[in-house]
Each structure stands twice: as structure tokens, then as C-alpha cells.
């Protein structure tokens, strides 16, 4: 496999993508069949996709990503939230962007095992 990117349901897509920017993401394309049609929009930071979509039959409301990101403490703070350490042992931030949508946000460390 090559890659996986998710679809996140948005009721605005382009209020969606500027909040996934303050995590470094950029808009790499949209599309509407016409002026009247839902907004789709993908998203790109480095190697990582996610694609926002306005067609409420492409994607579940409140979806669930997890985000890896170089420095945890700083996009908690783009994003107004804590970093803590979880439960199950890793730091993580945990928001919600406009769409309803969990994010989940790491910097998880490279290990020699990986």
C-alpha cells in the first residue's frame, strides 16, 4: 500500500481547511461540479492527505483522525488546546475542528524497532 487518506465530513469546508492550517496543512486542490454543488477539498502537509467534503453522503459526521506532527506543543497551542499524556501512555492534544470532526494530535518519537 502506497497510502490512505481519510474523508472527514465539513458543513463548510472552507472554514474546515483553514483550521486543519494552523497544523501546517495546505489546500492542494477543490471541486464542485457546479456553483450549487457541495465543496470538496483536499488537504496536503508533507506526506500526509485528508480531504474535507461537503456531500453528506461521503463521510460519517463527527469522524476521527490522528494527526503526527514534529512539535506536539506547539500545535496546541495553534489549536487551544492541552497537551496530556493519555491513558494508554502517549502525549497527545485533542480537539475538535468545525466540521465536528475528533482530531487527535502526536508527536510520537521514531524507535529503532520501527
Known sequence: MRSATPILYADDATASAAWFGSLGF????????????????????GDARIMLSEHRSDAPRHGLVYVRVDD?????????????????GIREAHAVDPGGNRVRVAQLEETASS
Open 26 to 45: 495546505e489546500i492542494e486542490f477543490t471541486h464542485r461540479f457546479d456553483d450549487h454543488s457541495p465543496l470538496f477539498v483536499g488537504l496536503v502537509s
Open 72 to 88: 506536539l506543543e506547539e500545535a496546541a497551542a495553534a489549536l487551544g488546546v492541552p497537551a496530556e499524556v493519555q491513558e494508554w
